[in-house]
C-alpha cells in the first residue's frame, strides 16, 4: 500500500492527468473510474533483467491518494484490451471523532 498525493499521482497516469473538475465530482459521488492509458502501466523487468525497484503500475488495489482534505483509497483495477487500466476508487469517510 503507497499513499500519494494528487501531483504524486499526477506524475505517474501521464500527460492528461484528472482534473479538478475530475476530482470535484469524485468527491461529490463518493467514488470514482481513473482511467489510464497503457503507455503509464509498466510491464516490469523482461525475463534476464534486473528486477525494477519502483512499482510497476501507477496504482494498486489499497492505495490511498491524498486530494486536499478527502482521501481517496483503489478499490479495484481492470486491464483493458489495450493494456492500460481502470482504477476504481472510493473516498474514504472522515474520521472527524478520532
Known sequence: MRRLTRSELA????PRPPSDAFW???IDRGEAALGVGADAVGEG???GDEPDDGPTEPL????IVDVGDH???VVDADRTESGGRIYRIELVA???GD
Do not use: I, L, W, Y
Open 11 to 14: 506524475s505517474r497516469v501521464g
Open 24 to 26: 470535484r465530482r469524485a
Open 45 to 47: 523487468a523482461a525475463p
Open 60 to 63: 494498486d488495489t489499497g492505495d
Open 71 to 73: 482521501a481517496f483509497v
Open 94 to 96: 472522515d474520521r472527524e
